[in-house]
Protein backbone atom coordinates (compact mmCIF):
# COMPACT_ATOMS: atom_id res chain seq x y z
CA UNK A 1 0.00 0.00 0.00
CA UNK A 2 1.05 3.08 -0.75
CA UNK A 3 -0.10 6.78 0.81
CA UNK A 4 1.67 9.88 -0.09
CA UNK A 5 0.92 13.21 0.23
CA UNK A 6 -1.60 14.07 -2.93
CA UNK A 7 0.69 17.30 -4.26
CA UNK A 8 3.98 16.23 -3.74
CA UNK A 9 6.30 18.70 -1.47
CA UNK A 10 8.42 19.41 -4.61
CA UNK A 11 5.45 19.68 -6.63
CA UNK A 12 4.21 22.36 -4.16
CA UNK A 13 7.38 24.27 -4.18
CA UNK A 14 7.76 24.00 -8.09
CA UNK A 15 4.19 25.64 -8.51
CA UNK A 16 4.66 27.95 -5.82
CA UNK A 17 7.53 29.64 -6.81
CA UNK A 18 5.53 30.55 -10.20
CA UNK A 19 2.01 31.14 -8.54
CA UNK A 20 2.41 32.72 -4.90
CA UNK A 21 -1.64 32.68 -4.85
CA UNK A 22 -1.35 28.54 -4.60
CA UNK A 23 -0.36 29.34 -0.91
CA UNK A 24 -3.65 30.91 -0.14
CA UNK A 25 -5.08 27.08 -0.35
CA UNK A 26 -2.49 24.81 0.66
CA UNK A 27 -3.60 20.82 -1.00
CA UNK A 28 -4.86 18.75 1.61
CA UNK A 29 -2.57 18.73 4.35
CA UNK A 30 -1.26 15.38 5.63
CA UNK A 31 0.62 15.31 9.18
CA UNK A 32 2.44 12.07 7.17
CA UNK A 33 6.29 12.59 7.72
CA UNK A 34 9.03 10.10 6.91
CA UNK A 35 8.43 6.84 5.19
CA UNK A 36 5.08 5.10 5.81
CA UNK A 37 4.09 2.48 7.94
CA UNK A 38 2.24 -0.48 7.94
CA UNK A 39 -0.07 -0.14 9.24
CA UNK A 40 -0.94 3.59 8.68
CA UNK A 41 -2.34 4.71 12.08
CA UNK A 42 -4.73 7.76 12.17
CA UNK A 43 -5.63 8.92 15.84
CA UNK A 44 -9.03 11.12 16.43
CA UNK A 45 -8.11 13.90 18.97
CA UNK A 46 -9.08 17.09 19.42
CA UNK A 47 -6.39 19.81 18.38
CA UNK A 48 -6.54 23.01 16.70
CA UNK A 49 -6.53 24.57 12.93
CA UNK A 50 -6.75 27.61 10.98
CA UNK A 51 -9.64 27.31 9.03
CA UNK A 52 -10.02 31.03 9.13
CA UNK A 53 -7.53 33.33 7.33
CA UNK A 54 -4.41 35.20 9.27
CA UNK A 55 -4.95 37.41 11.66
CA UNK A 56 -7.48 35.66 12.92
CA UNK A 57 -6.67 32.84 15.45
CA UNK A 58 -6.88 29.11 15.28
CA UNK A 59 -10.03 26.94 16.05
CA UNK A 60 -10.49 24.56 18.21
CA UNK A 61 -11.11 21.32 16.35
CA UNK A 62 -11.44 17.80 16.70
CA UNK A 63 -9.11 16.04 13.85
CA UNK A 64 -7.48 12.94 12.33
CA UNK A 65 -3.31 13.07 12.90
CA UNK A 66 -3.91 16.78 13.86
CA UNK A 67 -5.33 18.11 10.42
CA UNK A 68 -8.52 19.16 8.94
CA UNK A 69 -8.93 17.55 7.14
CA UNK A 70 -7.23 14.42 8.53
CA UNK A 71 -4.80 12.76 6.43
CA UNK A 72 -5.15 11.89 2.62
CA UNK A 73 -5.36 7.95 2.19
CA UNK A 74 -4.41 7.62 -1.47
CA UNK A 75 -3.56 3.71 -2.41
CA UNK A 76 -4.23 2.23 -6.26
CA UNK A 77 -7.21 0.22 -6.99
CA UNK A 78 -7.04 -3.67 -5.60
CA UNK A 79 -4.06 -2.43 -2.85
CA UNK A 80 -5.12 -3.37 0.44
CA UNK A 81 -5.48 -1.07 3.21
CA UNK A 82 -4.58 -1.16 6.85
CA UNK A 83 -5.23 1.06 9.23
CA UNK A 84 -5.07 1.83 12.81
CA UNK A 85 -7.54 4.09 13.86
CA UNK A 86 -6.56 5.23 17.48
CA UNK A 87 -9.47 7.15 20.08
CA UNK A 88 -7.53 10.39 21.49
CA UNK A 89 -11.23 11.64 21.76
CA UNK A 90 -13.19 11.45 25.48
CA UNK A 91 -15.31 9.80 23.91
CA UNK A 92 -16.17 6.29 21.87
CA UNK A 93 -15.44 6.82 17.77
CA UNK A 94 -15.77 4.53 14.96
CA UNK A 95 -14.11 5.37 11.55
CA UNK A 96 -16.80 4.45 8.43
CA UNK A 97 -15.37 4.08 4.84
CA UNK A 98 -17.54 5.87 2.86
CA UNK A 99 -18.63 4.44 -0.49
CA UNK A 100 -15.85 1.67 0.15
CA UNK A 101 -17.44 -1.61 -0.26
CA UNK A 102 -15.56 -3.45 2.56
CA UNK A 103 -16.25 -6.48 4.58
CA UNK A 104 -19.59 -6.02 6.89
CA UNK A 105 -16.76 -5.79 10.06
CA UNK A 106 -14.78 -3.35 8.78
CA UNK A 107 -17.82 -1.05 7.79
CA UNK A 108 -17.22 1.44 11.09
CA UNK A 109 -20.67 1.41 12.65
CA UNK A 110 -21.02 1.48 16.17
CA UNK A 111 -22.82 -1.87 17.17
CA UNK A 112 -23.82 -3.05 14.63
CA UNK A 113 -20.76 -4.08 13.03
CA UNK A 114 -18.20 -3.71 16.24
CA UNK A 115 -17.73 -2.36 19.31
CA UNK A 116 -17.12 1.39 19.50
CA UNK A 117 -13.08 2.37 19.56
CA UNK A 118 -13.07 2.92 23.39
CA UNK A 119 -11.36 6.37 24.91
CA UNK A 120 -7.53 5.56 24.51
CA UNK A 121 -8.38 2.39 22.51
CA UNK A 122 -7.93 1.30 19.07
CA UNK A 123 -9.08 -0.65 15.98
CA UNK A 124 -7.70 -2.37 12.80
CA UNK A 125 -8.99 -1.28 9.79
CA UNK A 126 -8.04 -3.83 6.80
CA UNK A 127 -9.93 -3.88 3.90
CA UNK A 128 -9.22 -4.04 0.03
CA UNK A 129 -9.93 -1.10 -2.49
CA UNK A 130 -12.16 -3.21 -5.49
CA UNK A 131 -13.22 0.19 -6.70
CA UNK A 132 -11.09 3.54 -8.44
CA UNK A 133 -12.42 6.65 -7.26
CA UNK A 134 -12.78 9.73 -5.13
CA UNK A 135 -14.36 8.26 -1.33
CA UNK A 136 -14.02 9.28 2.36
CA UNK A 137 -14.10 8.58 5.86
CA UNK A 138 -15.58 9.84 9.19
CA UNK A 139 -17.02 8.44 12.37
CA UNK A 140 -19.99 6.83 12.76
CA UNK A 141 -20.54 7.13 16.15
CA UNK A 142 -22.08 10.58 16.88
CA UNK A 143 -21.31 11.87 13.97
CA UNK A 144 -23.15 15.26 14.36
CA UNK A 145 -20.59 16.18 16.50
CA UNK A 146 -17.66 14.05 15.75
CA UNK A 147 -17.73 15.02 11.76
CA UNK A 148 -18.94 18.75 12.84
CA UNK A 149 -16.17 19.28 14.86
CA UNK A 150 -14.02 18.40 11.71
CA UNK A 151 -13.00 14.04 11.80
CA UNK A 152 -13.13 13.21 8.32
CA UNK A 153 -10.61 12.68 5.21
CA UNK A 154 -9.96 11.78 1.89
CA UNK A 155 -9.78 8.14 0.51
CA UNK A 156 -8.66 8.59 -3.26
CA UNK A 157 -8.12 4.94 -5.19
CA UNK A 158 -6.26 5.77 -8.33
CA UNK A 159 -7.14 3.80 -11.65
CA UNK A 160 -4.38 1.64 -12.87
CA UNK A 161 -4.56 3.56 -15.60
CA UNK A 162 -5.79 6.90 -15.27
CA UNK A 163 -7.00 9.46 -17.41
CA UNK A 164 -4.57 11.93 -18.42
CA UNK A 165 -5.21 15.33 -16.76
CA UNK A 166 -2.16 18.18 -15.68
CA UNK A 167 -3.40 18.21 -12.48
CA UNK A 168 -5.39 16.45 -10.10
CA UNK A 169 -7.08 18.25 -7.13
CA UNK A 170 -9.27 17.13 -4.02
CA UNK A 171 -11.82 19.76 -2.40
CA UNK A 172 -13.01 18.71 0.47
CA UNK A 173 -15.92 21.06 1.19
CA UNK A 174 -17.57 21.44 4.76
CA UNK A 175 -19.52 24.46 6.45
CA UNK A 176 -19.17 25.42 9.92
CA UNK A 177 -21.26 26.90 12.54
CA UNK A 178 -19.01 29.20 13.78
CA UNK A 179 -19.37 31.75 16.90
CA UNK A 180 -18.12 35.66 16.67
CA UNK A 181 -14.85 34.37 18.42
CA UNK A 182 -14.17 32.16 16.04
CA UNK A 183 -15.06 28.95 17.64
CA UNK A 184 -17.47 26.10 16.50
CA UNK A 185 -20.99 26.64 18.30
CA UNK A 186 -21.43 24.51 20.59
CA UNK A 187 -24.96 24.13 19.44
CA UNK A 188 -25.21 20.33 18.47
CA UNK A 189 -28.31 18.43 18.30
CA UNK A 190 -30.64 20.44 18.61
CA UNK A 191 -33.81 20.60 17.49
CA UNK A 192 -34.48 22.86 15.69
CA UNK A 193 -31.69 21.85 13.00
CA UNK A 194 -33.04 18.11 13.04
CA UNK A 195 -36.74 19.25 12.20
CA UNK A 196 -35.50 21.21 9.35
CA UNK A 197 -32.81 21.27 6.60
CA UNK A 198 -30.19 19.94 9.48
CA UNK A 199 -27.28 22.03 10.61
CA UNK A 200 -26.74 24.29 7.99
CA UNK A 201 -22.99 26.82 9.22
CA UNK A 202 -22.00 29.99 8.23
CA UNK A 203 -18.42 29.50 7.18
CA UNK A 204 -17.46 27.45 4.16
CA UNK A 205 -13.89 25.84 3.98
CA UNK A 206 -12.14 24.19 1.56
CA UNK A 207 -9.45 21.51 2.70
CA UNK A 208 -9.64 23.12 5.91
CA UNK A 209 -9.70 26.31 5.02
CA UNK A 210 -11.89 29.82 4.36
CA UNK A 211 -10.25 30.10 1.03
CA UNK A 212 -9.15 33.51 -1.29
CA UNK A 213 -8.28 32.65 -4.27
CA UNK A 214 -6.62 29.16 -6.52
CA UNK A 215 -3.83 29.61 -8.99
CA UNK A 216 -4.49 28.05 -12.16
CA UNK A 217 -2.88 28.24 -15.42
CA UNK A 218 -4.40 29.18 -19.01
CA UNK A 219 -5.29 25.90 -21.16
CA UNK A 220 -4.52 23.33 -17.94
CA UNK A 221 -7.06 20.68 -17.76
CA UNK A 222 -7.87 19.80 -13.89
CA UNK A 223 -9.17 16.60 -12.19
CA UNK A 224 -11.00 18.40 -9.65
CA UNK A 225 -12.34 16.05 -6.61
CA UNK A 226 -15.04 17.53 -4.73
CA UNK A 227 -16.10 15.60 -1.78
CA UNK A 228 -19.33 17.11 0.40
CA UNK A 229 -17.96 16.97 4.43
CA UNK A 230 -20.65 19.19 5.47
CA UNK A 231 -23.19 17.67 8.00
CA UNK A 232 -26.32 19.26 5.95
CA UNK A 233 -25.46 21.95 3.44
CA UNK A 234 -25.75 20.90 -0.01
CA UNK A 235 -23.57 22.90 -2.61
CA UNK A 236 -24.57 23.94 -6.23
CA UNK A 237 -21.17 24.96 -7.73
CA UNK A 238 -21.43 27.54 -10.57
CA UNK A 239 -17.92 27.61 -12.83
CA UNK A 240 -18.87 30.87 -14.56
CA UNK A 241 -16.86 30.57 -18.12
CA UNK A 242 -15.71 27.70 -17.46
CA UNK A 243 -17.38 24.28 -18.14
CA UNK A 244 -16.90 21.21 -15.97
CA UNK A 245 -17.53 17.71 -17.24
CA UNK A 246 -18.93 15.43 -14.43
CA UNK A 247 -16.72 11.98 -14.92
CA UNK A 248 -17.57 10.57 -11.63
CA UNK A 249 -19.97 10.55 -9.39
CA UNK A 250 -19.64 8.83 -5.60
CA UNK A 251 -16.34 7.22 -6.93
CA UNK A 252 -17.89 5.61 -9.79
CA UNK A 253 -17.13 6.50 -13.69
CA UNK A 254 -20.42 8.10 -15.34
CA UNK A 255 -20.46 8.49 -19.19
CA UNK A 256 -18.70 11.88 -19.02
CA UNK A 257 -21.64 15.22 -19.54
CA UNK A 258 -22.45 18.45 -18.48
CA UNK A 259 -24.38 19.52 -14.98
CA UNK A 260 -27.68 20.27 -15.65
CA UNK A 261 -27.89 24.04 -15.81
CA UNK A 262 -24.46 24.03 -15.99
CA UNK A 263 -24.83 23.47 -11.84
CA UNK A 264 -22.74 21.34 -10.25
CA UNK A 265 -25.00 20.11 -7.51
CA UNK A 266 -23.66 17.96 -4.73
CA UNK A 267 -25.35 16.73 -1.41
CA UNK A 268 -23.76 16.07 1.62
CA UNK A 269 -21.70 12.80 1.89
CA UNK A 270 -21.67 13.04 -2.37
CA UNK A 271 -18.40 13.12 -4.28
CA UNK A 272 -18.34 14.67 -7.93
CA UNK A 273 -14.97 14.58 -9.94
CA UNK A 274 -15.37 17.30 -12.87
CA UNK A 275 -12.79 17.41 -16.00
CA UNK A 276 -12.24 21.56 -16.35
CA UNK A 277 -10.46 22.97 -19.00
CA UNK A 278 -9.40 26.51 -18.02
CA UNK A 279 -9.97 28.13 -21.10
CA UNK A 280 -9.54 31.46 -20.06
CA UNK A 281 -5.74 33.56 -20.71
CA UNK A 282 -3.52 34.52 -18.81
CA UNK A 283 -4.51 37.47 -16.08
CA UNK A 284 -8.46 36.24 -16.12
CA UNK A 285 -10.21 35.68 -12.52
CA UNK A 286 -13.12 33.31 -12.69
CA UNK A 287 -15.02 33.19 -9.66
CA UNK A 288 -16.61 29.95 -8.44
CA UNK A 289 -20.31 30.52 -6.72
CA UNK A 290 -22.35 28.34 -4.86
CA UNK A 291 -25.85 28.69 -6.12
CA UNK A 292 -27.56 26.09 -4.16
CA UNK A 293 -30.01 27.91 -1.94
CA UNK A 294 -31.73 30.40 -3.55
CA UNK A 295 -31.58 34.07 -2.31
CA UNK A 296 -28.30 32.95 -0.63
CA UNK A 297 -25.65 32.50 -3.17
CA UNK A 298 -22.27 33.45 -1.95
CA UNK A 299 -18.67 33.58 -3.72
CA UNK A 300 -16.87 30.47 -2.56
CA UNK A 301 -13.77 30.91 -4.02
CA UNK A 302 -12.05 32.92 -7.21
CA UNK A 303 -9.55 30.86 -9.26
CA UNK A 304 -7.01 32.94 -10.73
CA UNK A 305 -5.01 32.47 -14.13
CA UNK A 306 -1.09 32.75 -13.86
CA UNK A 307 0.78 34.95 -15.93
CA UNK A 308 1.55 31.88 -18.36
CA UNK A 309 -0.23 29.71 -21.55
CA UNK A 310 0.04 25.90 -20.50
CA UNK A 311 -1.33 25.48 -24.26
CA UNK A 312 -3.45 27.25 -26.75
CA UNK A 313 -6.03 24.36 -27.66
CA UNK A 314 -8.46 22.36 -25.41
CA UNK A 315 -6.99 18.71 -25.11
CA UNK A 316 -8.37 15.85 -26.97
CA UNK A 317 -7.52 12.93 -24.27
CA UNK A 318 -10.36 11.39 -23.27
CA UNK A 319 -12.17 11.60 -20.34
CA UNK A 320 -13.80 7.99 -20.02
CA UNK A 321 -12.13 6.47 -16.55
CA UNK A 322 -12.43 2.63 -16.75
CA UNK A 323 -15.40 0.72 -15.29
CA UNK A 324 -15.34 -0.72 -11.68
CA UNK A 325 -15.88 -4.38 -10.88
CA UNK A 326 -19.98 -4.17 -10.04
CA UNK A 327 -22.64 -6.86 -10.94
CA UNK A 328 -25.04 -4.95 -12.63
CA UNK A 329 -28.79 -5.80 -11.60
CA UNK A 330 -30.75 -7.91 -13.85
CA UNK A 331 -33.98 -6.11 -14.42
CA UNK A 332 -35.89 -8.79 -16.02
CA UNK A 333 -37.69 -9.51 -13.25
CA UNK A 334 -35.94 -8.11 -10.14
CA UNK A 335 -37.42 -7.94 -6.19
CA UNK A 336 -39.25 -4.81 -5.67
CA UNK A 337 -39.62 -2.53 -2.14
CA UNK A 338 -41.21 0.85 -1.72
CA UNK A 339 -39.57 2.79 0.90
CA UNK A 340 -41.68 6.07 2.24
CA UNK A 341 -39.76 8.60 3.68
CA UNK A 342 -42.06 10.88 6.42
CA UNK A 343 -41.44 13.50 8.72
CA UNK A 344 -39.88 16.63 9.46
CA UNK A 345 -41.32 20.60 9.44
CA UNK A 346 -44.10 21.19 6.79
CA UNK A 347 -44.24 17.27 5.74
CA UNK A 348 -47.44 17.09 3.46
CA UNK A 349 -48.10 13.60 4.12
CA UNK A 350 -48.33 11.19 6.90
CA UNK A 351 -49.02 7.73 5.80
CA UNK A 352 -52.43 6.99 6.90
CA UNK A 353 -52.41 3.47 9.33
CA UNK A 354 -48.83 4.62 10.65
CA UNK A 355 -49.75 8.23 11.53
CA UNK A 356 -51.07 7.74 15.32
CA UNK A 357 -47.36 5.39 15.71
CA UNK A 358 -45.31 8.31 13.98
CA UNK A 359 -47.03 10.74 16.29
CA UNK A 360 -46.03 8.70 19.31
CA UNK A 361 -42.42 8.70 18.16
CA UNK A 362 -42.39 12.49 17.43
CA UNK A 363 -43.18 13.06 21.44
CA UNK A 364 -39.96 10.89 22.27
CA UNK A 365 -37.88 13.33 20.41
CA UNK A 366 -37.68 11.71 16.73
CA UNK A 367 -38.64 13.27 13.83
CA UNK A 368 -37.87 11.22 10.67
CA UNK A 369 -39.45 7.85 9.44
CA UNK A 370 -38.50 5.15 6.91
CA UNK A 371 -41.73 2.93 6.56
CA UNK A 372 -43.48 4.72 9.24
CA UNK A 373 -40.17 3.77 12.16
CA UNK A 374 -37.97 6.01 13.81
CA UNK A 375 -34.58 4.66 14.26
CA UNK A 376 -33.10 5.07 17.84
CA UNK A 377 -29.82 3.74 17.73
CA UNK A 378 -27.66 1.67 15.27
CA UNK A 379 -28.76 -1.78 16.28
CA UNK A 380 -32.48 -2.29 15.35
CA UNK A 381 -34.22 -5.34 13.31
CA UNK A 382 -33.91 -4.84 9.57
CA UNK A 383 -36.44 -3.08 7.44
CA UNK A 384 -35.63 -5.21 4.67
CA UNK A 385 -33.78 -8.81 4.21
CA UNK A 386 -32.64 -9.36 1.00
CA UNK A 387 -31.19 -12.95 -0.19
CA UNK A 388 -27.51 -12.11 -1.06
CA UNK A 389 -27.05 -12.41 -4.93
CA UNK A 390 -30.28 -10.86 -5.84
CA UNK A 391 -31.36 -7.76 -7.90
CA UNK A 392 -33.28 -5.68 -6.25
CA UNK A 393 -35.27 -2.26 -6.85
CA UNK A 394 -36.27 0.28 -4.28
CA UNK A 395 -39.31 2.56 -5.17
CA UNK A 396 -37.99 5.66 -2.79
CA UNK A 397 -40.32 8.11 -2.30
CA UNK A 398 -39.78 11.49 0.07
CA UNK A 399 -42.97 12.76 1.22
CA UNK A 400 -41.30 15.65 2.99
CA UNK A 401 -40.79 18.66 2.37
CA UNK A 402 -37.06 18.75 2.44
CA UNK A 403 -33.94 17.47 0.33
CA UNK A 404 -32.49 14.37 1.92
CA UNK A 405 -29.09 12.46 0.53
CA UNK A 406 -29.84 8.66 1.07
CA UNK A 407 -27.04 6.22 1.42
CA UNK A 408 -27.02 2.84 1.97
CA UNK A 409 -23.72 1.49 2.80
CA UNK A 410 -21.56 -1.64 1.66
CA UNK A 411 -22.89 -1.60 -2.23
CA UNK A 412 -23.37 1.06 -4.73
CA UNK A 413 -26.62 1.35 -6.79
CA UNK A 414 -27.63 2.20 -10.32
CA UNK A 415 -29.69 5.45 -9.63
CA UNK A 416 -32.71 4.15 -12.56
CA UNK A 417 -35.03 6.47 -12.58
CA UNK A 418 -36.54 10.13 -11.06
CA UNK A 419 -40.38 10.92 -10.54
CA UNK A 420 -41.22 7.74 -13.12
CA UNK A 421 -38.99 8.83 -15.88
CA UNK A 422 -35.85 6.51 -16.53
CA UNK A 423 -32.38 8.45 -15.72
CA UNK A 424 -30.19 9.28 -19.04
CA UNK A 425 -26.50 7.98 -17.83
CA UNK A 426 -28.23 4.93 -14.85
CA UNK A 427 -25.63 6.53 -12.80
CA UNK A 428 -23.62 4.53 -9.49
CA UNK A 429 -24.07 6.00 -6.49
CA UNK A 430 -23.92 5.53 -2.87
CA UNK A 431 -25.68 8.57 -2.05
CA UNK A 432 -28.40 9.71 -3.54
CA UNK A 433 -29.86 13.08 -3.54
CA UNK A 434 -33.42 12.79 -3.36
CA UNK A 435 -35.85 16.48 -3.69
CA UNK A 436 -38.63 17.40 -1.63
CA UNK A 437 -41.67 15.16 -2.87
CA UNK A 438 -39.54 12.85 -5.26
CA UNK A 439 -39.49 9.74 -6.28
CA UNK A 440 -36.36 7.89 -7.23
CA UNK A 441 -35.50 4.35 -8.08
CA UNK A 442 -32.55 2.91 -7.65
CA UNK A 443 -30.85 -1.04 -8.38
CA UNK A 444 -28.43 -3.11 -6.71
CA UNK A 445 -26.79 -6.84 -6.63
CA UNK A 446 -27.29 -7.27 -3.25
CA UNK A 447 -24.10 -9.30 -3.33
CA UNK A 448 -22.41 -7.71 0.30
CA UNK A 449 -23.45 -9.80 3.09
CA UNK A 450 -24.22 -8.13 6.21
CA UNK A 451 -26.28 -5.69 8.20
CA UNK A 452 -25.65 -2.27 6.19
CA UNK A 453 -27.36 1.37 7.36
CA UNK A 454 -29.51 2.85 5.17
CA UNK A 455 -29.91 6.52 6.44
CA UNK A 456 -30.19 10.60 5.15
CA UNK A 457 -26.71 12.09 5.18
CA UNK A 458 -27.77 14.90 6.56
CA UNK A 459 -26.42 14.07 10.19
CA UNK A 460 -28.94 15.73 12.08
CA UNK A 461 -32.14 13.58 10.08
CA UNK A 462 -30.25 10.38 10.63
CA UNK A 463 -29.89 11.34 14.68
CA UNK A 464 -33.49 12.16 14.85
CA UNK A 465 -34.78 8.96 13.13
CA UNK A 466 -33.83 8.93 9.36
CA UNK A 467 -31.75 5.78 9.46
CA UNK A 468 -32.49 1.72 9.55
CA UNK A 469 -30.86 -1.22 8.80
CA UNK A 470 -31.00 -3.28 5.59
CA UNK A 471 -29.55 -7.01 5.97
CA UNK A 472 -28.21 -8.86 3.06
CA UNK A 473 -28.78 -12.66 3.72
CA UNK A 474 -26.19 -15.15 2.61
CA UNK A 475 -28.67 -17.98 4.20
CA UNK A 476 -32.00 -16.52 2.67
CA UNK A 477 -33.27 -18.36 -0.43
CA UNK A 478 -34.08 -17.05 -3.28
CA UNK A 479 -37.66 -16.19 -4.12
CU1 LIG B 1 -20.97 8.51 5.34
CU2 LIG B 1 -23.47 5.90 7.19
O1 LIG B 1 -22.18 7.22 6.25
CU1 LIG C 1 -32.61 13.96 5.53
Redesign the pocket.
Known amino acids: MTLYRPISRRHVLRTGAAFTAISALSPVRTAMAGPIQDPFVMRAASGRAALRPAPYGPTDVWSYNGSVPGPEIRVRQGDRIRILARNGLDEDTTI?W??IRTPNAMDG?PFLTQDPIPVGGDFLYEFDALDAGTF?Y?P?QR?VEQVGRGLYGPLIVDEADPIRVDRDLTWMLDDWRMTRDGQISADFGNRRDAMHGGRIGNSVTINGQIPERIAVRSGERIRLRLVNAANARIFGLDFGDLVPVVVALDGQPVTPHAPDSGIVVIGP?MRVDLVIDMTGKPGDVITVIDAFYEGLEYRLVDLAYGPDRLRDSVPDWSMDLPPNPLADPDMTSPARHRIVFNGGMMGQTMMGGGMGSMMDQMREGNMWFINGKAATGQMMDPLLVLPQGTSQVFEMNNRTAWHHPI?F?GHSFRVIARNGQPTRYREWQD?VLMAPEERVEIAFVADNPGDW?F?C?ILEH?AAGMMGVIRVDPRATKT
Open positions: HHGVWHHSAHHTMHHQ
